[in-house]
């Protein structure tokens, strides 16, 4: 597959697809932050643009396994409860998916790496804010904020997951919350970075390729799920993406 991707010699193949194995584990487990670290890990070696592209079908795959565990009823209950914070984050995410083509490096880079560690850092504070009932107003908002990081980085967890948590949403319907509109924002990004060109004929094979480990990280992280301190573990997940957030303003600031 190196002939489609000339930069990608067997080694770099290797460690690209142990990348997608350890963010599948990742998101089987606390249900998200598989896009981060893939675009993270991945932007280690190669261009922002191609790592967004190869982070795209496992995304859209390991989000659809996830928001139909309890099966398409629950889900569609999900996309209505949910249905302000889905439409506007969608309209965000394919205008601003427009600017990757035109967007400098460092500033891609930026724009992944500072939410990232404001989420992460806020996290590890122990600051978690509570919202009392529905606010249509700031539901919008965040889903906004959400759709355009989404749009120019392909994550969009971060205030979706602090969003589901000032909310007080229980374990099992956050999870499953999270799959819903992960799910649909990744569909969203499919279509919109085919228009882009950021996914093409050559790009494709990267994301096809992570597409396996991946999936087999997810069911592998699902199975440890049960058994394991999950405080603990998301405590210790944050710290990694705070790491590997911290690597992405490196790029950003120092190249």
């Known amino acids: 597959m190196d ?10 193949w290797l460690s690209a697809m142990g990348i997608a194995l350890i963010a599948g584990i990742v998101k089987g487990l606390v249900g998200f932050a598989m896009p981060m670290i893939l ?9 922002p643009h191609l790592a967004l592209a190869g982070l795209i079908l496992p995304t859209v795959v390991t989000n659809s396994m996830q928001a139909l565990r309890q099966g398409p009823t629950a889900a569609l209950g999900s996309v209505k409860r949910f249905r302000r914070f889905l439409l506007v ?20 880079l930026l724009a992944i790496g500072l939410p990232v560690v404001g989420f992460v850092l806020l996290q590890l504070s122990g600051w978690s804010p509570k919202l009392e009932g529905e606010n249509p107003r700031l539901e919008m908002g965040i889903g906004a904020f959400a759709g355009f990081i989404g749009g120019v980085s392909g994550v969009w967890g971060p205030p979706t997951v602090a969003y589901l948590t000032a909310l007080g949403t229980e374990k099992r319907e956050q999870m499953r919350i999270q799959g819903v509109i992960y799910g649909l924002g990744a569909v969203a990004l499919l279509v919109a970075h085919i228009g882009s060109g950021i996914l093409n004929a050559s790009s494709v094979w990267l994301s096809l390729a992570l597409l396996p480990p991946a999936v087999f990280g997810m069911w ?13 573990f998301k405590r210790a997940t944050l710290i990694v993406l ?14």
Do not use: K
């Open 3 to 12: 002939a489609f991707i000339p930069e990608l010699t067997p080694a770099l």
């Open 39 to 47: 675009v993270s890990g991945l932007s280690s070696f190669l261009s």
């Open 89 to 108: 984050g969608l309209v965000c995410l394919l205008a601003s998916s427009m600017l990757v083509a035109v967007l400098p490096a460092r500033v891609f």
């Open 220 to 232: 592998l992280g699902g199975l440890v799920q049960d058994r394991i301190d999950q405080r603990a």
């Open 242 to 255: 705070l790491v590997a957030g911290l690597n992405l303003l490196r790029r950003a600031l120092f190249g």
